[in-house]
């Protein structure tokens, strides 16, 4: 059963896709190293949902999606029902139930010499992991403590809290704190 299914295409219309099985006692996946450039400078927008896409949320993800891609001027290789239907290829691959599915659009890479992110070949790609869980399920049951964080968010006014983007320093920093 894949643990990680990946689908990406880039503007020039090259397909890549990868089933990914970590080894059991490897929790780490690795994506293409290609990509790292992608995800290093952290530009681009994601969105998660339940595979289930249970109560109809799937087309509220994708709507909420595409305003974040819009306002990051991200433009996919795929159209709006070509990722509903790679979310759900990948949910059937990946034969997982207790699971989320994710789709990223980053900015891509610019062309060798540039820094301009009107440049860049923005790219695409659509997951499902197993739940991670912060908690196991005893201590679901049983409750947490919780720490409120010093640190604050990004400022409305430097990042429109709407979009979902693929930024998590300061949560990353408030973890740490706590």
Same mark, same amino acid.
């Given at each position: 059963?894949?643990?990680?299914? &990946?689908? *990406?295409?880039?503007?020039?219309? /090259?397909?890549?896709?990868? &089933?990914l ?8 996946? +690795? ?7 992608? @995800? ?9 949902? *339940?595979?289930? @896409? ?31 239907? /790679? ?18 659009? +980053?900015?891509? /890479? ?16 659509a ?18 403590h919780?720490?409120?964080?010093s ?10 809290? +709407? ?16």
């Amino acid at each position: 059963m894949p643990a990680f299914y &990946v689908r *990406h295409r880039s503007s020039s219309g /090259i397909d890549a896709t990868a &089933v990914l099985e970590p080894e059991p006692d490897d929790e780490r996946l +690795t994506l293409d190293p290609s990509a790292a450039p992608d @995800f290093l400078a952290r530009i681009g927008s994601d969105e998660l949902l *339940h595979v289930d @896409f249970h109560c109809g949320t799937l087309p509220r993800h994708l709507d909420r999606f595409e305003r974040s891609m819009e306002r990051l001027l991200l433009s996919p290789p795929y159209g709006r029902n070509e990722i509903r239907d /790679i979310l759900i290829e990948c949910v059937r691959l990946s034969g997982l139930r207790d699971a989320y599915a994710e789709v990223i659009c +980053t900015r891509g /890479i610019p062309r060798p010499g540039s820094r301009d992110p009107r440049d860049c070949d923005n790219r695409f790609y659509a997951f499902v992991v197993p739940f991670i869980w912060i908690a196991d399920p005893e201590k679901q049951e049983q409750g947490l403590h919780a720490v409120i964080g010093s640190k604050q968010r990004i400022a409305p006014d430097s990042v429109d809290p +709407t979009v979902k983007k693929y930024h998590w320093l300061d949560l990353q920093i408030g973890l740490l704190d706590s």
